[in-house]
């Protein structure tokens, strides 16, 4: 399992990833799961992959075999990241319609997603996420993340604390407690940690940085996130008990 997220903000991209893969419990491996194909000055394009690790890898190793041998097709041609997201979707059936039977033959799960955020000349930054049939959704502003992987322990900060205009900065570090809460509560997500900032029409990335186990500054937010989540805990008014009261529990119950 891995957990991959993407945010997008009036002012760029934030995409997150950890870079573990369990295949059972005496099995655990890293491998890289963000990926930069940008085109400075141009287009900026990142992906974050999910899922089956050989399926993954092969549409990684497609996409990259297409730029080499600069077929017509590829992340650098195509006009609009639409148009990109679709054509990864593509890669995804097609590798899928190589190996699905037979690994359903040992019944390996062949699911998958992907993350693509970025920007072209002359539009606006978008994210998308795309999923193992090929077909895709984007970020709004109303919904300005995306997730892939074990998405649901740290989903809560996300729906809470994040907005289509939060700053960067503080998106950045939205993303980084959220991979951390992930890490917290599965063990099957775990560091290395990598994190790309984008700043909106820069078409550079100026900001990346990878964690590892250990990190000073991982262990500085995951400290300092449980002393306010307890601070604010005990900050919280109390509740309303009822007292003195006559009726029996089950009443109460019944009521």
Request: proline residues 3%; negative net charge; hydrophobic residues 35%.
């Amino acid at each position: 399992m891995t957990y991959c997220l993407g945010i997008i903000t009036e002012s760029g991209i934030v995409m997150a990833s950890d870079s573990r893969t369990n295949a059972g419990v005496d099995y655990i491996s890293t491998y890289l799961k963000l990926f930069d194909f940008s085109l400075t000055g141009e287009r900026v394009i990142l992906i974050s992959t999910s899922g089956n690790l050989s399926i993954t890898q092969g549409v990684v190793n497609e996409l990259k075999k297409d730029l080499k041998i600069s077929e017509g097709t590829n992340l650098h041609t195509l006009s609009t990241l639409y148009e990109i997201a679709r054509y990864i979707g593509g890669k995804i059936r097609q590798i899928l319609e190589q190996d699905r039977s037979w690994l359903q033959k040992d019944r390996i799960d062949t699911g998958c997603s992907i993350l693509l955020g970025g920007q072209i000349k002359g539009q606006d930054p978008e994210l998308f996420l795309i999923y193992a049939q090929g077909n895709c959704i984007s970020a709004t502003k109303e919904t300005p993340f995306l997730q892939i992987g074990e998405t649901k322990y740290g989903k809560p900060i996300l729906d809470r604390a994040l907005s289509f205009y939060t700053s960067l900065e503080a998106a950045a570090k939205c993303a980084l407690v959220s991979i951390d809460s992930t890490m917290k509560s599965n063990l099957s997500v775990g560091p290395p940690i990598n994190l790309v900032m984008y700043e909106k029409d820069s078409f550079k990335i100026r900001h990346r940085l990878q964690m590892r186990l250990g990190d000073p500054y991982l262990a500085k937010v995951r400290k300092f996130w449980e002393v306010a989540l307890k601070e604010a805990l005990d900050e919280m008014p109390d509740l309303n008990w009822l007292y003195d009261c006559q009726e029996s529990q089950e009443d109460i119950l019944i009521d």
